[in-house]
Structures are given as structure tokens and as C-alpha cells.
């Protein structure tokens, strides 16, 4: 549509105008035509780009609901010809990176019903200035700077059925004055940090509830088990309150419950047999991170399903303690989208007929005791994004039908027991793919080219399995990896569950939620990789972490490691690499993790900025030619880290200058050994005092071996 709106002069008579998301940037003149329209009624200008202008004289006399959302003004001011419009009954202006220097507009507004101030930089006072305006039905002042608690003067709006204080920072116990609000049908006050005790006498009043959202604060929900609300609930939003351990029983009178989120509600306890997916029209159940026990079974029951449509969009009940098998009956929910069960103790195979849920995006079954052949019915799930399987017990190979999951993001099959090479497939067909984790199996052979087909792939970890050959230079192919941007995964398509990352750092298994979408990683370690560490990884800019420890790799450390600005993890050790440490490294400024330990690295160790503060000498043991703090032994005076080329001694000798000492150790070693065996077979206390020094030399060594070992474990992973 042309932003040219001097056609709307032409409609004097028009009552109502929508021209929602159409770009007004460069409109000015045509806002000035709407601006002149005496009928107009209701104006709709949300997300436009608009830069409304500071007009002394608009005619909008009969202007009742006008809707500004969405355009992000400059200056955080408003129009002063808004403080004229003291007739609009609607009034939306979210997302307009507005603050408290424009409450004064609202104060002359005394006719509003609606007012939408979600999305900008208000504080309480904006809350208090707008507490006279005793006609509004409709209230929204959630993500916005709100802090402190919420002031009494709440209760002034004797009509309010919509009230959202959402995501902002208020804290205190709810007023009093806020329970008499009789009228409220929505209240959401959810992701503050509110506390307090909620028992029944605070919603007693409040029969007219329909939707409650009070989680992610510190409340506490203490009623009694033969409490009947006055309330029929459509959508219950309790996460992170207090509820149990007891699982509630006042649930079972909400006959209308389409979304429910009980999540990490503290319930230590079996899902009563009156609560099931088809005890109501449910459209989503969370009830993650409690400790609810028993079978799935009788919870997802649908014997009569051919008699009921079952709508339901998303069923979370990872991290809790359900037991037995994954029930058939599940596969019922056709119209599923989201599917978590990981974090249990399930066992038994996957059901076949899990691949009829089509319109599945999300599949978490990891961390259970799963085992068997991924099923190949899995392919059918043609609009899958992320899978996830890891920590099971699943065998085999890979089904060749997972290569339909063409929009696939994310594949973790992580810590199983499959047992197959890396498809090609997996480079060729999903294109898509941005975090790849196959660590702890099974795979084997060399990493397919293929795999650099990926483009957007930001974590790769084939770590821990028995893939051999070299690494392939085409890994610069990585294009995400190569920028310090976020990737493209969007999370917000998924408001109901953030999906989560496992991923390794340091040793150690993180697990990234809103923003996985900034992790960059690779990890081959664990492996039976050879060859050189390719120069190309070095222009991979974005990496966070870099693990390639415990292969064959030899060679030296690439010179322009130091490229890698945002490393924070770079692990090389237990391989064969050999020279010196780069002194780029010391420009990694990010990097906080590091281990080198056990190569054949030699030279003195590079210091200076952030190499001054990894000081644990742990990080370089096992390279006898290495000298330097944070070790012992000190460089012999004259030797220096080159950039290139051995390192060289205060005379100009390089490690092969000495290949004539090291060929004439083996023989006098041998000599050597003989003349003591020979001294032994005939001096008897010469040999029974030898063998005791060897019994108590062994016997340290196995201890020394055993706690090195342990703290390697701790190390790596």
C-alpha cells in the first residue's frame, strides 16, 4: 500500500480506519489528512513506523478508540494533541518506548475503558496517576519498570475485569484492596517478585475469575483440600508457587480448564485418577519440575477419545519421577505440538505410533531409560524442529527415514549406545540444523564432508565416540560459527515451554534455555582423530568453546589461534602436539578455561593478559619441554617464544641439534641394565632390598595414578 494518504480527505464521512502494519515512516502529510476526518471513530495505527507529528489542531471530535502500538516513538514523548482527546474510550499505546514523563496525558482521560501501556518504561507512579480514571474495565501495564508494591489505590477501579502487572519488578504482598476488585475476570501478576502467603479468603470475593496468572514470584498457595473455589478457572498459570506436597484437590471442581501450569509447584505426589487429559478441554499441561510419581497411563487416558476432540497443543511433564512406559494412548493427541517427557524414569521402547503426530515441533524424551531402535516412524514428523533422545539407552543405527525431518534445528542423541557412522544425510537433507550433539555413543569412521553442508549449525559435539581420520578443512563452512552474532533459532515462537540446549563447558554440562541461541561450540574430544588441527577453524570467529582433547592429533597449535576472540573454553590436551604455545593466545580476552596438559608441547609459556590469571599449573603438565610460570622449572636464560620455528637455546641450538644424545641413550641405557640384573642374580640382599623398593614404588605410583585420575575426570568431564 502507498503511503501516500491524501486520498482519505475524500471519505469525510469515515467512521472507522485500519492501516495496521502498513509503513507510515515518511507519511507525514498523509497523517496530517487522517488527522482531518470529523467522523472518525476508531483509528488503528499499530506497528507502522510512525513518526506522528506534533500537529497544533486535529479534528478528531468523534475519535472513540485509537490504537498507537507497536511504533517505538523517539524522545519518549507523546503528541500534546493527545491531551484533547478526552472522549477515547480505547486507548493502546505498548511498545512506544514511552516513560513517566507523559503520565499527564492520562490524567484528563476520564472516559477510558481500555488503556494499553504493556511494553514501555513506566514506574509506579504512572500506576498512582492513572488510579482516578474509575471507568476502566481494561488495565495493561506489564513489562514495563514497575517496582515496589503494588500501590492500594488498585481497588479504585470498581469496574476493572482485566488487570496486567506482568514482568516487572514489583515486590511486597499483594494489597488488600486488589482481592475487592469483584468485577476482575483476568488478573496477571506473574514474573515479579511478589510474596506472601495466598489462602482462600483472598479470592472470595473474586467469583467472576476466569484467568489467573501469578507465577514466577515468591508466593506460597495454602487452602484446604475440601476448598471449592468460587471461580471456574479457563487458564491457570501457577509456576513457581508453593502448592504442595499434596497434589490439589481444589483442581478437580475447574471444569473448564484449557491451560494449566503447575510447574516446580513443589507436588510430591501419584496424579489422583479424576485428573487426566480428557477431564477437560485442555489445550496445554505443565507440571514440570515437581516430583509426581505412578504411571502415565491412567493420567493420559483416552479410551474415549473417538467420543471427544482432544485439542491439546503442548503436554510438559519432564523432571519428575513418572515410571513404566511411554502409553500408546498418547498418540491420540493429534494435534500435539509439543511433547516433553525427558527427566523421568521411563522405560521401554518409543511407540511406533508416535509418528502420527504430525503437527509435533518439539520432542523431549531425553534422560529416562529408554531403549531399542529409534523407531523409523520418527521420519513422519515432517514438522519437527527439535529432537531430543539423549541420555538413554538406545542402540543401532540411525533410521534412514529421519532424513525427512527436514526443518529440523536441533538433533541431541547424546549419550546412548548407537552404534553407526554419521549419515551423510544428516549434511544433506537437514540443511536446517543448528546444534548437533551426538557425544557418547557409538559412531564411528571418519566426519563425512558432508557435514559442512551445514551452515547454520552453531554447536557440534561428536565427542566421546570412536570416529578416527582427520578433521575436515571444510569445518569453515560453518558460516554461523564464523560471526559473533546470535544465530536464528527464534525461542519466542515457543511461549508456552522455552526449549532447552545441553551443552559442555569447561567439564562441565550447562543447560541454556532463552538463550541458546548464542552458544557456538565444538567438541571432538574423546575420539581417534590424527592429523594436524586445521588452520581453517581459525577464522570460526564466533567459537566459545573449542575441544579437541584426547585424540592423535599432532602438529603445532595453529599460530593465529588468537583470532578466536570470544573463546572461552579451549581444551587441546592429552594429544601429540608439539612446539610452542602461540603467543596470540595471550589476546584471547574471554577465555577462562584452558588445558594443554599432556602433549609434547616445549618452549616457555607465553604470558601476559588474560594468560596471567589461568595460574593453575595443572593447565600445562605433561609437556616436559614447557617452562615458565605458572610451573616450576624456569627457562634457561636467553630462550624466548618465537613466532615461527623452533625454539631455539642462548646458542642456536634446536631440538634436533641433539638427535646424536638421544641416540646414544638406548644403548647405554641397555648396557646399563644389564650390569644391575647381573649384580642382582648373585647379591641375594641386594635383590631382596630391590623388590621391596619396587613393591613400595608401585604402590605410590598406583596412588599417584589413581588421583591423577581423578582429577582428569573432573577436568574432562
Not at 23 to 39: K, Q
Not at 480 to 508: C, R, W
Request: charged residues 15%; glycine residues 8%.
Amino acid at each position: 500500500m502507498s503511503n501516500d494518504l491524501g486520498w482519505v480527505t475524500k471519505l469525510s464521512s469515515l467512521e472507522t480506519l485500519s492501516l495496521s502494519r502498513v509503513d507510515l515512516s515518511n507519511a507525514r502529510d498523509g497523517f496530517v489528512a487522517v488527522s482531518m476526518l470529523p467522523s472518525l471513530k476508531t483509528l488503528d495505527l499499530e506497528n507502522c513506523s510512525l513518526i506522528v507529528p506534533h500537529l497544533l489542531y486535529v479534528n478528531f471530535t468523534s475519535l472513540s478508540s485509537l490504537e498507537l502500538s507497536f511504533n517505538q516513538f523517539l524522545n519518549h514523548t507523546l503528541p500534546p494533541w493527545l491531551h484533547n482527546l478526552t472522549s477515547l474510550q480505547d486507548l493502546g499505546l505498548s511498545y512506544n518506548n514511552l516513560d513517566d514523563r507523559v503520565h499527564d496525558t492520562f490524567r484528563q482521560m476520564t472516559s477510558l475503558v481500555n488503556l494499553d501501556l504493556g511494553g514501555n518504561h513506566f514506574d509506579t507512579s504512572t500506576l498512582r496517576s492513572i488510579c482516578n480514571i474509575s471507568s476502566l474495565t481494561s488495565l495493561d501495564v506489564s513489562d514495563n519498570e514497575l517496582q515496589g508494591s503494588i500501590p492500594s489505590e488498585i481497588g479504585q477501579f470498581p469496574q476493572l475485569t482485566v488487570l496486567k502487572l506482568s514482568n516487572n519488578r514489583l515486590n511486597d504482598t499483594i494489597p488488600s484492596s486488589l482481592w475487592q476488585l469483584t468485577k476482575l475476570q483476568a488478573l496477571y501478576i506473574g514474573t515479579n517478585a511478589l510474596t506472601g502467603v495466598l489462602s482462600e479468603h483472598h479470592f472470595a470475593k473474586l467469583k467472576e475469575l476466569k484467568r489467573l496468572d501469578i507465577s514466577l514470584n515468591l508466593l506460597s498457595l495454602h487452602v484446604s483440600s475440601s476448598w471449592v473455589p468460587p471461580f471456574q478457572l479457563q487458564y491457570i498459570w501457577m509456576g513457581s508457587v508453593k502448592i504442595g506436597p499434596r497434589f490439589p484437590n481444589w483442581l478437580r471442581t475447574q471444569k473448564e480448564i484449557e491451560k494449566l501450569n503447575m510447574a516446580n509447584a513443589g507436588i510430591s505426589d501419584a496424579i489422583p485418577g479424576w485428573f487426566g487429559v480428557l477431564s477437560n478441554d485442555f489445550r496445554g499441561i505443565i507440571l514440570s519440575g515437581n516430583k509426581l510419581e505412578g504411571s502415565l497411563n491412567s493420567f493420559i487416558s483416552v479410551a474415549d477419545v473417538d467420543k471427544k476432540v482432544v485439542q491439546m497443543l503442548y503436554l510438559v511433564l519432564n523432571h519428575n519421577h513418572f515410571t513404566g512406559s511411554i502409553p500408546e494412548d498418547l498418540c491420540k493427541l493429534k494435534t500435539l505440538e509439543y511433547l516433553d517427557l525427558s527427566n523421568n524414569h521411563l522405560s521401554g521402547r518409543i511407540p511406533l505410533c508416535l509418528g502420527n503426530l504430525r503437527n509435533l515441533r518439539i520432542l523431549h524424551l531425553g534422560s529416562n531409560s529408554l531403549y531399542g531402535q529409534i523407531p523409523g516412524s520418527l521420519g513422519n514428523l515432517g514438522e519437527l524442529i527439535i529432537l531430543q533422545l539423549s541420555k538413554n539407552r538406545f542402540d543401532g543405527k540411525l533410521p534412514p527415514s529421519m532424513q525427512n525431518l527436514k526443518r529440523l534445528q536441533s538433533l541431541d542423541l547424546g549419550e546412548n549406545r548407537i552404534a553407526d557412522t554419521i549419515p551423510a544425510w544428516i549434511g544433506e537433507r537437514l540443511s536446517d540444523l543448528e546444534f548437533l550433539t551426538l557425544q557418547s555413543n557409538n559412531f564411528h569412521g571418519g566426519i563425512s564432508n558432508t557435514l559442512c553442508q551445514l551452515p547454520y549449525l552453531q554447536v557440534l559435539n561428536l565427542a566421546h565416540n570412536d570416529l578416527s581420520g582427520s578433521i575436515p578443512h571444510c569445518f569453515k563452512n560453518f558460516t554461523a560459527m564464523e560471526s559473533t552474532e546470535p544465530g536464528t533459532f527464534q525461542y519466542s515462537n515457543y511461549t508456552y515451554h522455552d526449549p532447552v540446549l545441553h551443552n559442555f563447558k569447561a567439564g562441565i554440562e550447562l543447560e541454556y534455555s532463552k538463550n541458546m541461541e548464542s552458544v557456538k561450540s565444538i567438541s571432538l574430544s574423546g575420539n581417534n582423530l590424527v592429523g594436524e588441527i586445521p588452520d581453517e577453524i581459525m577464522g570460526l570467529v564466533g567459537l566459545q568453546t573449542l575441544n579437541l582433547s584426547k585424540n592423535h592429533l599432532n602438529g603445532r597449535i595453529p599460530k593465529n589461534i588468537g583470532n578466536l576472540k570470544q573463546l572461552e573454553t579451549l581444551d587441546l590436551s592429552m594429544n601429540e602436539l608439539r612446539g610452542e604455545i602461540p603467543p596470540s593466545l595471550s589476546s584471547i580476552y574471554s577465555l577462562s578455561s584452558l588445558n594443554l596438559s599432556y602433549n609434547k608441547l616445549s618452549g616457555p609459556i607465553p604470558s601476559g593478559n588474560q594468560l596471567q590469571t589461568l595460574n593453575d599449573p595443572s593447565i600445562y603438565e605433561g609437556n616436559i619441554g614447557l617452562c615458565g610460570k605458572p610451573l616450576l622449572n624456569s627457562c634457561p636464560a636467553g630462550k624466548s617464544p618465537t613466532e615461527n620455528g623452533p625454539v631455539l637455546d642462548d646458542k642456536g641450538h634446536s631440538e634436533s641439534d641433539f638427535s646424536w644424545f638421544y641416540a646414544g641413550f638406548g644403548p647405554g641405557f641397555s648396557v646399563g641394565v644389564v650390569g644391575v640384573v647381573g649384580i642382582l642374580q648373585f647379591k641375594k640382599s641386594w635383590r631382596d632390598a630391590f623388590f621391596r623398593f619396587l613393591e613400595n614404588a608401585y604402590d605410590r605410583i598406583w596412588v599417584m595414578i589413581a588421583s591423577k585420575t581423578a582429577r582428569l575426570r573432573r577436568n574432562f568431564h
